[in-house]
C-alpha cells in the first residue's frame, strides 16, 4: 500500500483539449479573448496562454470560463470525440430479444436538448451533393439502405455500403456522392 505523499500525480488533461474547446466556445459565443476574460473575471494574458495551450488551468478558472461562456465545465475538459464515426453493417453491440427475431444496435444516443429531423434520400451515381455547413453544433448521421455512398466532411469522406452507418460534423462543408445505381440511405440531421 502507498501513502499520499509517494502515489504519482493523477494525469493531467491535454492542454491541446482544453485549448480547442475555449477557442470553439468562445467562437460560438461571439466573444472577443478581452470581452470572454472580463465576464470570467480572469486576465486576457491567462486567457491567450490557455488558448494557446500553454497555460495551466485550474478547476476554478476553467469553472469561471464555462459559466462565462454558458457551457457546462464538461464541454471544456472532455476529450474530443472522432470528427467521423463510421459503425460497419454487423459492428457495434447488439441487444437480442427473448420473443422475437429481433436485434438493435444503439447507433447514436440523442444528446439532451437535441433536435433530430429524419430523411430518406435517393441518389443516383454521376453528381455530387455537396452541402454547405448547416447551423453551428448540427451533427449528420447516415445509415445506408441499398448501394454505395461516398459521404462526410470534405478532405474526410467516408466509402459506405448497405447497413454501414456514419456520424459527423453538419456545421461543416460536407457532401455525399452515389457509387452505385439506387443508392437509399436514411440521414437523421441532429440540431442542438
Do not use: C
Amino acid at each position: 500500500m502507498t501513502d499520499d505523499a509517494t502515489a504519482p500525480p493523477p494525469a493531467r488533461l491535454p492542454l491541446d483539449w482544453i485549448a480547442a474547446a475555449l477557442r470553439r466556445e468562445r467562437a460560438r459565443a461571439g466573444f472577443s479573448l478581452s470581452e470572454l476574460a472580463k465576464r470570467a473575471g480572469i486576465a486576457k494574458s491567462t486567457l491567450s496562454q490557455l488558448e494557446a495551450a500553454s497555460g495551466n488551468p485550474s478547476v476554478e478558472t476553467l469553472w469561471a470560463l464555462g459559466v462565462a461562456l454558458g457551457v457546462p465545465f464538461s464541454a471544456l475538459v472532455e476529450p474530443p470525440a472522432p470528427a467521423v464515426q463510421v459503425i460497419r453493417a454487423g459492428e457495434g453491440p447488439a441487444v437480442h430479444s427473448e420473443q422475437a427475431s429481433y436485434a438493435a444496435t444503439l447507433l447514436s444516443a440523442s444528446p439532451p436538448g437535441a433536435r433530430r429531423d429524419i430523411y430518406r434520400v435517393r441518389l443516383e451515381p454521376g453528381s455530387v451533393r455537396a452541402s454547405e455547413p448547416h447551423i453551428p453544433g448540427s451533427m449528420e448521421h447516415v445509415v445506408v439502405s441499398a448501394g454505395r455512398v461516398l459521404a462526410g466532411p470534405r478532405g474526410e469522406e467516408v466509402e459506405l455500403g448497405p447497413g454501414d452507418y456514419m456520424a459527423y460534423r453538419g456545421d461543416v462543408p460536407h457532401a455525399y456522392e452515389a457509387l452505385a445505381p439506387g443508392t437509399v440511405l436514411v440521414l437523421i440531421m441532429q440540431h442542438v
